[in-house]
């Protein structure tokens, strides 16, 4: 008997240390879920609250009911708001503007800095990256002269050459990233059969960079799409104001009333199309934003 306790003690050893891992890996993956909804809510209920918010009226905003009244009065007085619907108007045709001049520009550049050799390069993108860091206050008064003299001021076009201050050399940045993951021998092949480097980008890259463009340009649109500073700068009537400033402006009735639900009806009005895009396309995002972590 004692040799065959011997032999099959080990086993039970064993058998229950799996046991024992297989506990701490279900534990682990329990702590991770549960740390993965803490983080959803803490990022989802301020949304949700606006939501919430924005379908109570009067007194009813002040309580704390967590399910929404259904009452849409808010929404009416919006879509009824001239002023607003116009500034909805201005904040994609902005927007869009800056996305499609800021996606221009940064595949030319991406392919000058990804597969040109000259010895100022990495110079060049340190710069790119140090401007996209630049904080809007730092260059307001430089921009609210170059405006003034290109006669743009109070013009939505103005904010098209203000924005591409910081979604220029974040397209530039993130696509040299992708034209650097390329093969090279592309290039080659196509150079020996006598294609100019402009026919490379149009003819051949540029039909590969599909998602990487897609991704790059929803960022740079939600970039647009959200700022404020130089819009509330550089507009100076009301029909010509973006989305951002028009809700910042937004009053009530009277001086002393804080239009508390008019605000969140406004916010969830432009916050949703950008979610619903945002979900729709968030493989290609998160692709461009790790393009060239591994290898570049």
């Known amino acids: 008997m004692a040799p065959g306790a011997l032999v099959t003690s080990p086993v039970r050893i064993k058998r229950r240390s799996s046991a024992h891992y297989r506990m701490r890996r279900q534990i682990r993956r329990g702590g991770l879920g549960i740390l993965i909804l803490l983080v959803l809510a803490y990022t989802l209920f301020p949304y949700y609250w606006a939501i919430v918010s924005s379908t109570k009226q009067g007194a009813e905003l002040y309580t704390t009911a967590f399910l929404p009244a259904l009452n849409f009065g808010y929404y009416r007085q919006l879509f009824d708001n001239p002023v607003f619907m116009g500034s909805l108007v201005n904040s994609v045709f902005v927007a869009t503007g800056t996305t499609v001049v800021s996606l221009a520009l940064g595949i030319i550049s991406a392919y000058a800095l990804g597969r040109l050799d000259f010895p100022q390069k990495r110079i060049v993108l340190m710069a790119i990256l140090m401007i996209s860091i630049f904080p809007q206050v730092a260059v307001l008064s430089g921009m609210f002269e170059l405006i003034n003299a290109l006669g743009l001021y109070n013009r939505p076009s103005a904010l098209i050459v203000t924005y591409l201050?910081?979604?220029?050399?974040?397209?530039?940045?993130?696509?040299?990233?992708?034209?650097?993951?390329?093969?090279?021998?592309?290039?080659?092949?196509?150079?020996?059969?006598?294609?100019?480097?402009?026919?490379?980008?149009?003819?051949?890259?540029?039909?590969?960079?599909?998602?990487?463009?897609?991704?790059?340009?929803?960022?740079?649109?939600?970039?647009?799409?959200?700022?404020?500073?130089?819009?509330?700068?550089?507009?100076?009537?009301?029909?010509?104001?973006?989305?951002?400033?028009?809700?910042?402006?937004?009053?009530?009735?009277?001086?002393?009333?804080?239009?508390?639900?008019?605000?969140?009806?406004?916010?969830?009005?432009?916050?949703?199309?950008?979610?619903?895009?945002?979900?729709?396309?968030?493989?290609?995002?998160?692709?461009?934003?790790?393009?060239?972590?591994?290898?570049?």
């Not at 080659?188 to 890259?205: K, N, P, V, W, Y």
């Open 165 to 296: 201050l910081s979604t220029a050399p974040f397209t530039t940045w993130i696509l040299t990233t992708f034209i650097r993951e390329f093969p090279r021998e592309l290039e080659e092949a196509a150079l020996i059969d006598g294609c100019s480097h402009f026919r490379i980008l149009t003819r051949i890259l540029l039909p590969l960079m599909g998602p990487s463009l897609a991704s790059t340009g929803i960022l740079a649109f939600i970039l647009a799409w959200n700022e404020f500073l130089f819009a509330l700068t550089f507009m100076l009537t009301d029909e010509n104001k973006t989305v951002p400033v028009a809700i910042g402006l937004i009053g009530g009735t009277t001086r002393y009333e804080y239009p508390f639900g008019q605000i969140m009806a406004a916010s969830v009005t432009v916050t949703l199309p950008l979610i619903i895009v945002v979900l729709i396309f968030q493989r290609r995002i998160v692709a461009g934003l790790t393009a060239g972590a591994v290898k570049g």
